[in-house]
């Protein structure tokens, strides 16, 4: 009982060496080409040292989420073919354990690296990504802060009406030359309104120095002038205020309340449904990667690893453009929003599952 004990405890600490090691090498170098890439235009600039700190710091976790699997499929692989290029998974084999029964602790540690990956997905490179978009905008090139920049001259669909706005002041919550196109449940325009300024208060909007022009069936219409009124709408200052916001740098919370929206106006969500799907289906990467690895380690007694690990990367290449190809036609509507986001994962986890039976007990 106790034989197994230890030797899924070597094989766990050789597979942590190698990982971590990789994962080093992997995001280092992703850091140093990404940064001197933009280089020039950080030195432009006249970025600090702590900037040009806060600017890598701020790539971390994209740099994480793109170096996390290719990590993992090494350590895999490497764990296992040195330990065969050594004999010992053949010693194993001869004292009547099941090698298999050794892959455990990687794939737990795989699992663990999983569950990492998906908070980097759904929280952590949304943040970062809004933090280092605004970070790009105002230390690099000079923009105001978004806070301080007012949308101008928007179009928005709401809730059986559309706006038309010269001006949205975020910070006092205001709507400057605003028209309200009101329709009915048929989509017949019934009302048209007019105001100088819209302000939110209490709940509702107050609208100053404004025209009301209603619509009957007739085809009649009858106008009427208001100094002030108050108008409850479906729409807040929140729908406006993030019309701005990128979906990347949206969390899965907010992404789920913009699609939310999207569908509430009328317009198609079938892009951003592939994208949440896609930030819970995209943790299995590492999991699969080190079943695949472990397939290809253990499938014979001896092994070459250069051509191993090249097998690997290349199974790994693969994996990834079947995951952009998918997820192109799902957000062209061609295959269903789940077929697209989760298919390469059971096609390449399927895959490994069958590389593992075949490896040599």
């Known amino acids: 009982m106790l034989r197994p004990r230890l030797l899924e405890h070597y094989v766990s600490r050789e597979f942590l060496k190698i990982f971590l090691l990789s994962l080093t090498a992997f995001l280092s170098l992703y850091l140093v080409v990404d940064f001197f890439e933009k280089i020039d235009q950080l030195v432009r600039a006249n970025l600090g040292l702590a900037e040009m700190g806060r600017y890598i710091l701020l790539k971390v ?39 298999l029964r050794l892959t ?18 759904l929280y952590l490179i949304p943040w970062s990504q809004f933090n280092l978009n605004g970070f790009w905008e105002t230390q690099v090139q000079g923009k105001p802060p978004r806070s301080l920049v007012n949308p101008e001259h928007l ?23 605003v028209k309200i196109f009101r329709f009915d449940d048929n989509f017949n325009l019934h009302q048209v309104i007019a105001a100088r300024r819209a302000v939110w ?81 995209m943790a299995l990467v590492p999991l699969v990667l080190a079943a695949l690895g472990l397939g290809l380690a253990l499938r014979q007694e001896k092994i070459f690893i ?18 952009g190809f998918s997820t192109s036609l799902g957000q062209a509507g061609r295959w269903p929003v789940i077929a697209a986001a989760w298919l390469p994962h059971l096609v390449f986890g399927t895959m490994a599952l069958l590389l593992l039976r075949q490896a040599t007990r």
Not at 107 to 114: E, G, N, S, T
Not at 223 to 229: C, D, G, I, M, N
Not at 306 to 317: E, K, S
């Open 61 to 99: 976790p994209v740099a994480l989420e793109q170096v996390l699997s290719p990590a993992v499929l090494l350590g895999a692989m490497l764990t296992f073919g040195l330990l065969t290029r050594t004999r010992e998974t053949m010693a194993i084999r001869t004292s009547g354990l099941d090698i």
């Open 104 to 121: 455990r602790p990687v794939l737990f540690l795989a699992a663990l690296v999983a569950g990492g990956l998906l908070i980097l997905n």
């Open 155 to 177: 179009w928005y669909k709401g809730d059986r009406a559309i706006y038309n706005i010269l001006l949205y002041r975020k910070d006092i919550q205001t709507l400057e030359g």
């Open 201 to 281: 208060h209490n709940g509702s909007w107050r609208l100053y120095q404004g025209l009301v022009q209603d619509f009957d069936q007739s085809g009649e219409n009858r106008v009427q002038s208001f100094a002030e009124r108050t108008l409850t709408l479906t729409e807040t200052p929140k729908d406006f205020g993030g019309l701005e916001r990128k979906p990347a740098e949206m969390d899965v919370e907010d992404l789920i309340r913009f699609v939310s929206r999207l569908e509430r106006d009328g317009y198609k969500s079938t892009s951003y449904r592939v994208e949440i799907q896609n930030r819970f289906a």
């Open 306 to 323: 250069p051509g191993m690990v090249a097998v690997g990367l290349g199974l790994m290449f693969a994996y990834w453009l079947l995951l």
